[in-house]
């Protein structure tokens, strides 16, 4: 597969958040990348403000991204997830929906859209 081809980067970036590996997360992302909400407001932009918040995110204990599906058109991949996630109220899980796009081997733009909360 091509290093720098949307998939191998999105799944370089699915396995750097479950590895907990800030460098490697933020190598996938461009210098100037954006995060949304997805239809929503812009969450971040810049690797240095992207990097905070999963920098904070990797601080939980079982933190881990369940790939359940993906579909790949063009430079878009959308990957639907479940998250366990620790909460304030214990262990639990969301469903995200994550479309990124890719240019040139980096995610220049990512949208999130997450589901309803569910406890352990």
């Known amino acids: 597969m091509n290093p720098t081809s949307p998939l191998a980067v999105v ?20 210098p100037d990348a954006q995060q949304f909400a997805l239809h929503g407001g812009l969450l971040a932009q810049g690797i240095d403000a992207i990097r905070p918040r999963y920098q904070e995110r990797f601080g939980e204990p079982d933190l881990h991204a369940r790939l359940l599906t993906r579909s790949v058109i063009g430079n878009f991949v959308t990957d639907l997830e479940i998250v366990t996630r620790n909460f304030p109220e214990g262990l639990g899980t969301v469903e995200m929906l994550c479309v990124y796009e890719v240019v040139d081997g980096h995610i220049v733009r990512a949208s999130f859209a997450t589901g309803e909360k569910r406890m352990s």
């Open 11 to 30: 799944q370089a970036q699915l396995d750097a958040y479950n590895a907990k590996d800030l460098d490697a997360l933020m190598r996938t992302y461009a």
